[in-house]
């Protein structure tokens, strides 16, 4: 430790000696018993070290080699939950508490994270968080309990049970910290979680009460929604710098002691802005990572005893293997507004503690964010796993609170990553399964979009823009990314809208209309490309037949997707062509498109009511005697003047086509890599890419084919049900 420059800053140069002393003491060969006076020295000086990158390695790295024989991990931990405690029965007292607690927070996850990061055995031994067998515990560490539960269940009593405040807030930011740097042992195990996986913290996070796990969810929302400030009178700075510059982290305040070691906290240069969101950014990754996790373990098994150390947890696989419950997911779900209570119609118990909070500030600050991937994410757990607050947005008049900025998310789509765009359009699919949303988005008429710049949106209702937008998504994708699950989100979603829709503006018409003329031109390419290829190709058989398979493949699917089109103007005109007169000039206008699939078996039937349309509207403008040439006026004019008239006769009454979106039983081969993708990308964790098993790809994560494929087979699944009108 002596090859550490001991300059003056911040302190004078015996104070900065001390530091020294006390860290390379910390890190060294000489094992400190819990009792030692060594540790409170440690944990009260105010530590200003700015180290380059190169020390930092060295102290991590003779910790790690030291910590076998000193324990100094465990007992640090110990010491941690010990100040932990003296915080919530001192509540209101001196800073100084909250000082210790904060600077053993900060030194804990420097080097935790290092071992984990470095850890070449599954079960991270490296972590030696055993006691000696003679080394004298305190008086509140419960008997029995491994120092990994004792400081978990402090912790999460902390966040849980104390307020955010001046004084409590950069404790309050460590210990967030801290439980992304413990959580982070998921980094290094594969996508699927298996029996064998080892995650001590996260495993001890998921064995506390109901009551605890309910507090703490609520303090994490809380602080999304609130978004405190910090106390910090000055811009921290990175922590850590490669080259000549120094890092350093200068906390200024009442609750400003720290250290400076590790690349932890990256922030450069913040605003006022920026230090209001870091307790709120850092508390919904942290409600994430816990919500989203998953443990399988092996019924009436020994792990020891499997022959296939490698095996995901796979019900289908073995059928002793199963995921227990997750009790943060099931706090997210059993969420309470404070102010509207929902009758459950279907008299389902609630299992566990239940907690409040405003839906209404929820709904708000989601709809502020919700550029933001992790806050999209959020609001799919909450819409598809929370009955409750998916009635609560459901019933809301304001619903461009949140769709506007969702749609405004699917418009910049080429600026987003797959995994983003997908989830917005499966919280698109499960709020379009209520009747009730349908109609609503219609009656709400925007005065501008001034983010759409094709052409200008002037009093366009909510609907229209969102069956642009989805139209659009459409085009994109089979431009772009050439994903058919997205294809079938997106038409999904307009299936499931058709019946309700309320004066849908003309462009919004168009664009419907245009959608089946493209997909009708690529239909067509594919058939001439499959009749070509049958007379070309039988002189080479083989790879002739691989070929027409090919393209065989994606005709079936162009002609699924064609159908659903077809669905979607069929449910249009037979449930809602008399509020629709902007559909049927549409219709009317490009009418040549259909006449080629008029006798297509897959097509002829929902065709019939098409020329329904046609052939009423277009006697009518017959019969019409006009003065001069038509125009958009005049032919729209007789339109809504004969849609007064029109009763439905002759058409044919198809089942609804209704869409559900469901999640499959074991959707964590998706979720925990996602989420671990959303928390290194924003959070400003960092850890070394080349020791990360749990992705299947690299960082940053770029859209493909095979991904979209991944999230549709391990996400969920769309069902369609065909429900009677």
Same mark, same amino acid.
């Given at each position: 430790?002596?090859?550490?420059?001991?300059?003056?800053?911040?302190?004078?140069?015996?104070?900065?000696?001390?530091?020294?002393?006390?860290?390379?003491?910390?890190?060294?060969?000489?094992?400190?018993?819990?009792?030692?006076?060594?540790?409170?020295?440690?944990?009260?000086?105010?530590?200003?070290?700015?180290?380059?990158?190169?020390?930092?390695?060295?102290? /991590?790295?003779?910790?790690?080699?030291?910590?076998?024989?000193?324990?100094?991990?465990?007992?640090?931990?110990?010491?941690?939950?010990? /100040?932990?405690?003296?915080?919530?029965?001192?509540?209101?007292?001196?800073?100084?508490?909250?000082? $210790?607690?904060?600077?053993?927070?900060?030194?804990?996850?420097?080097?935790?994270?290092?071992?984990?990061?470095?850890?070449?055995?599954?079960?991270?031994?490296?972590?030696?968080?055993?006691?000696?067998?003679?080394?004298?515990?305190?008086?509140?560490?419960?008997?029995?309990?491994?120092?990994?539960?004792?400081?978990?269940?402090?912790?999460?009593?902390?966040?849980?049970?104390?307020?955010?405040?001046?004084?409590?807030?950069?404790?309050?930011?460590?210990?967030?910290?801290?439980?992304?740097?413990?959580?982070?042992?998921?980094?290094? /195990?594969?996508?699927?979680?298996?029996?064998?996986?080892?995650?001590?913290?996260?495993?001890?996070?998921?064995?506390?009460?109901?009551?605890?796990?309910?507090?703490?969810?609520?303090?994490?929302?809380?602080?999304?929604?609130?978004?405190?400030?910090?106390?910090?009178?000055?811009?921290?700075?990175?922590?850590?710098?490669?080259?000549?510059?120094?890092?350093?982290?200068?906390?200024?305040?009442?609750?400003?002691?720290?250290?400076?070691?590790?690349?932890?906290?990256?922030?450069?240069?913040?605003?006022?802005?920026?230090?209001?969101?870091?307790?709120?950014?850092?508390?919904?990754?942290?409600?994430?990572?816990?919500?989203?996790?998953?443990?399988?373990?092996?019924?009436?098994?020994?792990?020891?005893?499997?022959?296939?150390?490698?095996?995901?947890?796979?019900?289908?696989?073995?059928?002793?293997?199963?995921?227990?419950?997750?009790?943060?997911?099931?706090?997210?779900?059993?969420?309470?507004?404070?102010?509207?209570?929902?009758?459950?119609?279907?008299?389902?118990?609630?299992?566990?503690?239940?907690?409040?909070?405003?839906?209404?500030?929820?709904?708000?600050?989601?709809?502020?964010?919700?550029?933001?991937?992790?806050?999209?994410?959020?609001?799919?757990?909450?819409?598809?796993?929370?009955?409750?607050?998916?009635?609560?947005?459901?019933?809301?008049?304001?619903?461009?609170?949140?769709?506007?900025?969702?749609?405004?998310?699917?418009?910049?789509?080429?600026?987003?990553?797959?995994?983003?765009?997908?989830?917005?359009?499966?919280?698109?699919?499960?709020?379009?399964?209520?009747?009730?949303?349908?109609?609503?988005?219609?009656?709400?008429?925007?005065?501008?979009?001034?983010?759409?710049?094709?052409?200008?949106?002037?009093?366009?209702?909510?609907?229209?823009?969102?069956?642009?937008?989805?139209?659009?998504?459409?085009?994109?994708?089979?431009? $772009?990314?050439?994903?058919?699950?997205?294809?079938?989100?997106?038409?999904?979603?307009?299936?499931?809208?058709?019946?309700?829709?309320?004066?849908?503006?003309?462009?919004?018409?168009?664009?419907?209309?245009?959608?089946?003329?493209?997909?009708?031109?690529?239909?067509?390419?594919?058939?001439?490309?499959?009749?070509?290829?049958?007379?070309?190709?039988?002189?080479?058989?083989?790879?002739?037949?691989?070929?027409?398979?090919?393209?065989?493949?994606?005709?079936?699917?162009?002609?699924?997707?064609?159908?659903?089109?077809?669905?979607?103007?069929?449910?249009?005109?037979?449930?809602?062509?008399?509020?629709?007169?902007?559909?049927?000039?549409?219709?009317?206008?490009?009418?040549?498109?259909?006449?080629?699939?008029?006798?297509?078996?897959?097509?002829?039937?929902?065709?019939?009511?098409?020329?329904?349309?046609?052939?009423?509207?277009?006697?009518?403008?017959?019969?019409?005697?006009?003065?001069?040439?038509?125009?958009?006026?005049?032919?729209?004019?007789?339109?809504?003047?004969?849609?007064?008239?029109?009763?439905?006769?002759?058409?044919?009454?198809?089942?609804?086509?209704?869409?559900?979106?469901?999640?499959?039983?074991?959707?964590?081969?998706?979720?925990?890599?996602?989420?671990?993708?959303?928390?290194?990308?924003? /959070?400003?964790?960092?850890?070394?890419?080349?020791?990360?098993?749990?992705?299947?790809?690299?960082?940053?994560?770029?859209?493909?084919?095979?991904?979209?494929?991944?999230?549709?087979?391990?996400?969920?699944?769309?069902?369609?049900?065909?429900?009677?009108?």
């Amino acid at each position: 430790m002596g090859a550490v420059p001991s300059t003056q800053r911040n302190g004078s140069a015996r104070q900065q000696e001390t530091e020294e002393y006390l860290i390379g003491t910390f890190v060294g060969e000489i094992s400190f018993p819990l009792a030692s006076e060594f540790w409170q020295k440690l944990l009260e000086l105010p530590l200003s070290l700015h180290w380059l990158s190169y020390h930092v390695r060295q102290a /991590c790295d003779a910790f790690a080699q030291n910590n076998y024989y000193t324990r100094h991990l465990a007992k640090i931990l110990i010491h941690l939950a010990c /100040c932990l405690q003296d915080c919530i029965s001192a509540a209101g007292s001196s800073s100084t508490v909250y000082t $210790k607690a904060a600077n053993a927070a900060y030194i804990s996850s420097v080097f935790l994270k290092h071992i984990i990061e470095n850890s070449k055995n599954d079960n991270f031994e490296e972590l030696h968080l055993c006691l000696e067998e003679d080394e004298t515990v305190p008086i509140g560490f419960p008997k029995g309990h491994t120092v990994e539960n004792f400081l978990m269940h402090t912790i999460l009593s902390f966040i849980g049970n104390v307020d955010v405040s001046p004084v409590t807030y950069l404790l309050h930011y460590e210990l967030l910290n801290f439980m992304i740097v413990a959580t982070s042992t998921q980094l290094l /195990c594969g996508p699927s979680p298996g029996p064998e996986d080892v995650h001590p913290f996260i495993d001890a996070v998921m064995t506390q009460e109901t009551t605890l796990v309910a507090s703490v969810v609520r303090r994490l929302l809380l602080n999304y929604i609130a978004r405190p400030r910090s106390s910090w009178n000055s811009a921290p700075y990175s922590v850590f710098f490669e080259g000549s510059q120094p890092g350093v982290l200068q906390r200024v305040g009442s609750a400003a002691a720290n250290i400076v070691l590790l690349p932890l906290n990256l922030f450069v240069g913040l605003n006022t802005e920026g230090s209001r969101t870091l307790l709120a950014e850092c508390s919904l990754h942290v409600l994430l990572i816990l919500t989203h996790y998953s443990k399988c373990i092996i019924q009436n098994e020994s792990i020891a005893e499997r022959s296939d150390e490698s095996a995901a947890c796979n019900p289908s696989l073995d059928a002793s293997a199963y995921f227990t419950e997750n009790p943060y997911c099931k706090a997210l779900e059993n969420a309470r507004d404070v102010e509207f209570d929902r009758v459950d119609v279907e008299g389902n118990a609630h299992s566990g503690p239940l907690f409040r909070l405003s839906f209404a500030i929820l709904f708000d600050t989601l709809g502020m964010f919700l550029t933001d991937e992790s806050s999209v994410l959020l609001l799919y757990s909450l819409v598809h796993g929370n009955p409750d607050f998916l009635e609560y947005v459901l019933v809301r008049t304001d619903l461009d609170t949140l769709l506007m900025p969702m749609l405004e998310t699917l418009y910049n789509a080429s600026r987003r990553t797959s995994n983003h765009i997908y989830m917005l359009l499966i919280i698109l699919l499960i709020l379009s399964q209520d009747s009730t949303f349908n109609a609503s988005i219609h009656r709400l008429i925007l005065a501008n979009v001034p983010w759409y710049e094709e052409r200008r949106l002037h009093q366009t209702s909510l609907g229209s823009l969102m069956v642009i937008i989805l139209i659009r998504t459409v085009n994109y994708n089979l431009s $772009k990314r050439r994903d058919i699950y997205l294809h079938t989100n997106c038409l999904a979603t307009l299936a499931n809208m058709a019946p309700h829709v309320h004066r849908l503006s003309a462009y919004a018409s168009q664009r419907l209309v245009s959608l089946f003329h493209m997909l009708s031109r690529k239909y067509t390419k594919l058939a001439e490309l499959q009749n070509s290829k049958m007379q070309i190709d039988e002189g080479n058989p083989t790879e002739g037949d691989v070929l027409l398979e090919d393209v065989s493949t994606e005709l079936h699917i162009y002609t699924d997707f064609l159908r659903l089109v077809l669905e979607i103007i069929n449910a249009i005109l037979t449930y809602a062509l008399p509020r629709n007169p902007e559909v049927v000039y549409a219709i009317m206008h490009r009418q040549e498109i259909f006449q080629p699939f008029k006798n297509h078996p897959r097509f002829n039937e929902l065709l019939e009511n098409i020329f329904t349309v046609l052939d009423f509207f277009n006697n009518r403008m017959d019969a019409q005697e006009m003065e001069g040439e038509w125009s958009v006026e005049k032919v729209l004019q007789v339109i809504i003047t004969n849609c007064r008239s029109w009763r439905g006769e002759g058409m044919k009454m198809f089942p609804q086509l209704r869409f559900t979106y469901e999640q499959e039983s074991h959707p964590e081969g998706f979720f925990i890599p996602y989420v671990w993708q959303l928390v290194l990308s924003n /959070c400003g964790f960092t850890f070394d890419l080349s020791k990360i098993n749990l992705f299947l790809v690299d960082l940053p994560r770029e859209s493909s084919y095979m991904v979209e494929e991944d999230i549709k087979n391990q996400n969920g699944e769309l069902n369609a049900n065909e429900v009677l009108p």
